[in-house]
């Protein structure tokens, strides 16, 4: 048994030499942090007129990287903040596959500017009267962002928002 300890102790300390030293974790800079994020946002816009372009879609992008089509049936006033706004909607990932859709028995209604929303859609309301149809194609980052929903919209997923505005009012 003496012998079979000392072989151990022995060996021990040539095992431990064996081992793989790991490198300390390294922190990127806020830089980099912001050129990933930017790479990140060029690709979404890129993968989006790819789509636009294969299904030869008319649409137009806003500042914040939504592309938009809306087809107006009025001439009233947009929805401004602080409104409510109900709307019919489907929304689906850019593959096609159908995340969530409603009926005028369930509209999503929000009141504008109050969050509770993607932020994507705050945008969207925004540009909206009452009885337009339109569609919204969202990049993550005015989605659901890095995490999805945790139900059925992935992580980093790009969604179009088709939508029927049922009403907007002010309470």
Not at 25 to 36: H, S, Y
Not at 103 to 131: C, H, W, Y
Request: glycine share 6%.
């Amino acid at each position: 048994m003496k012998k079979i300890i000392s072989l151990l102790f022995l060996f021990l300390p040539i095992l431990a030499g064996c081992q793989e030293k790991k490198k300390p974790a390294t922190r990127l800079t806020m830089d980099e942090l912001i050129e990933i994020n930017r790479q990140l946002v060029n690709d979404d816009d890129a993968r989006i007129k790819t789509y636009i372009d294969e299904k030869k879609l008319q649409m137009q992008r806003t500042e914040t990287g939504m592309w938009y089509n809306i087809q107006s049936k009025k001439k009233t006033p947009t929805a401004a903040t602080g409104q409510i706004i109900s709307l019919k909607y489907n929304v689906s990932l850019l593959d096609g596959t159908a995340c969530y859709a409603s009926d005028k028995k369930n509209p999503r209604t929000f009141r504008i500017g109050q969050g509770g929303v993607e932020s994507g859609l705050e945008e969207a309301a925004l540009m909206l009267r009452k009885g337009d149809k339109a569609t919204f194609i969202m990049p993550p980052h005015l989605a659901y962002g890095l995490t999805g929903d945790n139900n059925r919209i992935p992580p980093r997923a790009t969604i179009i928002y088709e939508v029927e505005v049922l009403d907007v009012r002010e309470r």
